[in-house]
């Protein structure tokens, strides 16, 4: 993170005010995200009597959208975005200074230029109507209007106070190098365009993707450095400028008022009712009773528990914190191997990406338009495949060496069947939204919505429905749908510059020429996303890199449903390793007491039955593919 330097009683009172209106403005998203599932919810069950809600997808659409502008600007003043901390954390202060200022500075710029551009889009549409409720468009497009010019006030707001923090800490130097930094950027496609010289569409492309990982690494939030790189690419291969800037004004809007990304809030919103509902206690408790006198019984509860919850979670890093605060204590009791005990429930916390309803896959069927329910029901197998490996090891282990995971008490059958009664409704819950999504019944963004108002009506029946967690679970969704709607604007202006110049299917001719086994090509995909899952969330990776790697994985050949599945898992696979291996350092924030080498330590193992894995699927497809085309039939793109 960056250092904290305490700010002036002027900064102070106005970061302060900011954060006032920047709050009071995100209870919008708090309405939105309220509203929607119950409208989804109503929706189908109008839909059984022949009649559905008049708007509805336009409704919910425009819900999406005011979701994420309504709190992009608190993400903003709080430093919430998705970004890339690991280079910038080992950079001396004078380095981090320079990094702050050049951010700053950018940020500042692309967000003023895409409120103005904005504007200029919500001013276009006066007159004009919308499709289905015939609504006036602006009433619509006033949405990126007023939270993109909210966030450029908060850029223009950090800017000032990263100057004076520099200047006040005698660090001219990358104070000036920052700014000119940031300035000849911007500057530079302007020079290209009236330059002698021409470059290739793939070397332009190369040297984008190059200034692209440059603003990762010095700490720019995805999002930004994705419309920074789209827009100066525009600038500097459009004929026209004004009209490509135009295009970039009219993104925010068209690429967050999504219906397609609807499914990925709901999901993210089923999954904070359910977890505050007490299901983590509830599933470690019950496998625990089950399996718990076994061999490393305790263990095997830990990962049993993590497969459970990422059926209705979706998140890695979730999955990893939420069954480690539950189960950690317990192992730590009965004198656990730390090293063990953790690298379990680190390797068990990524199939909370993995098995379904799975926010990975919806990102990754959005971006490439493969069936989000053929992904959901690709990766079931995949996933309890795995979790029977962590398992399997977890018992070779307690078997070989008892000290190193130490059985615990036997309970009754009863005492077991009872344990296994309150999850029945979560466990009908989860066939259901997942049942109807699979046999056609609702789609993603459907099934979602009633698994969202069935999560709240379970949490409402155990009465642990109170103002805070229903605060706590919109506020999660609402964070969460803005950093990666805000990725999802960045991408869409980035896919502009790639429609221009053809970079994708430029590149995918170019590697399918080379004189290589398209497994070598495979090989080099497999070490590209191990090395960035060390670095960031799979969410932003899969938006990041899918745009240019898909078309050459269809090029070769590979089945797209499948390659979304090793993905995932090659993805998550980094998430555990080193050097950064952020679910292994989110895990750490529960293993007080357990250095974070014993933790890495102990996922040696299973990131080698990760490993094990992946080479299964490739080989044998069929595991991964029999499920989703027995009962969908093949993917056809």
Not at 232 to 258: F, I, Q
Not at 411 to 420: G, R
């Amino acid at each position: 993170m960056a250092e904290q330097v305490s700010l002036s009683p002027a900064f102070q009172s106005i970061h302060d005010f900011l954060e006032k209106l920047t709050t009071k403005v995100s209870w919008l998203s708090y309405v939105a995200m309220a509203i929607l599932p119950v409208l989804i919810t109503v929706d189908v069950c109008c839909r059984l009597f022949g009649f559905s809600v008049p708007g509805s997808l336009e409704l919910q659409e425009n819900l999406l959208a005011l979701t994420t502008f309504s709190f992009m600007a608190v993400l903003q003043l709080h430093d919430r975005h998705m970004m890339i901390d690991f280079i910038y954390e080992r950079m001396s202060k004078s380095m981090q200074r320079w990094c702050d200022m050049t951010v700053a500075s950018l940020v500042l710029g692309v967000m003023v230029l895409l409120t103005f551009e904005s504007y200029d889009a919500f001013l276009s549409k006066f007159g004009t109507q919308s499709m289905e409720l015939y609504i006036p468009l602006e009433f619509y497009y006033w949405m990126p209007v007023m939270g993109l010019c909210l966030t450029a006030v908060v850029a223009l707001f950090q800017f000032l106070r990263e100057s004076v923090k520099c200047i006040g800490t005698g660090h001219y130097v990358p104070f000036v190098l920052g700014v000119a930094f940031a300035f000849v950027l911007a500057y530079l496609p302007f020079w290209y365009r009236e330059s002698p010289y021409e470059i290739s569409n793939l070397f332009l492309g190369l040297i984008a993707f190059g200034l692209l990982f440059l603003f990762l690494f010095i700490r720019m939030p995805i999002a930004w450095a994705m419309s920074i790189i789209g827009a100066m690419g525009m600038v500097a291969v459009s004929r026209n400028v004004v009209a490509a800037l135009a295009a970039v004004g009219t993104t925010p809007y068209a690429a967050s008022a999504n219906y397609n990304l609807v499914a990925l809030p709901l999901f993210v919103l089923m999954g904070c009712m359910i977890l505050y509902s007490g299901i983590s206690v509830d599933l470690f408790n019950s496998a625990n009773k089950w399996i718990g006198h076994m061999p490393g019984g305790m263990g095997m509860a830990g990962v049993a528990g993590c497969t459970g919850f990422a059926a209705v979670c979706g998140d890695s890093l979730s999955t990893a914190v939420t069954m480690g605060s539950v189960s950690l204590p317990e192992m730590m009791r009965l004198k656990y191997s730390p090293s063990l005990a953790t690298g379990a429930l680190a390797a068990g916390g990524t199939l909370g990406i993995l098995i379904p309803p799975s926010s990975g896959f919806i990102i990754y069927g959005i971006v490439t338009e493969v069936s989000i329910g053929r992904l959901f029901m690709a990766g079931l197998v995949p996933g309890i495949m795995l979790s029977l490996m962590f398992m399997g090891y977890i018992y070779y282990m307690a078997v070989r060496h008892p000290e190193l995971a130490p059985r615990g008490p036997k309970y009754t059958l009863e005492e077991k069947i009872q344990s296994s009664m309150g999850l029945l409704p979560i466990l009908a819950l989860f066939v259901l939204v997942l049942g109807s999504i699979v046999a056609g019944i609702c789609s993603p963004n459907e099934g979602g919505g009633i698994g969202a108002m069935g999560a709240f009506l379970y949490a409402l029946a155990r009465r642990k429905v109170t103002k805070e967690n229903l605060l706590a679970s919109l506020h999660e969704t609402g964070e969460l749908t803005a950093r990666i709607m805000g990725i999802m604007v960045g991408v869409a202006i980035l896919g502009y510059f790639f429609a221009a110049t053809r970079l994708p299917f430029l590149l995918a001719d170019f590697i399918v020429s080379l004189p290589f086994n398209r497994y070598c090509v495979f090989a080099i995909i497999v070490v590209i996303y191990i090395i960035l899952g060390c670095m960031m969330n799979v969410i932003p990776m899969l938006m990041l890199t899918l745009p240019s790697i898909f078309p050459t994985v269809v090029a070769l050949g590979f089945d797209p449903v499948w390659f979304g599945v090793v993905s995932v898992m090659i993805m998550e696979m980094g998430q555990i390793t080193p050097p950064v291996g952020v679910v292994v350092f989110a895990l750490a924030g529960v293993a007080k007491g357990i250095p974070i080498e014993t933790i890495f330590k102990g996922i040696v193992p299973f990131v080698g039955l990760m490993i094990l894995a992946v080479v299964l699927i490739t080989f044998i497809p069929d595991i991964a593919l029999w499920l989703p085309y027995t009962l969908m039939g093949p993917e056809v793109l």
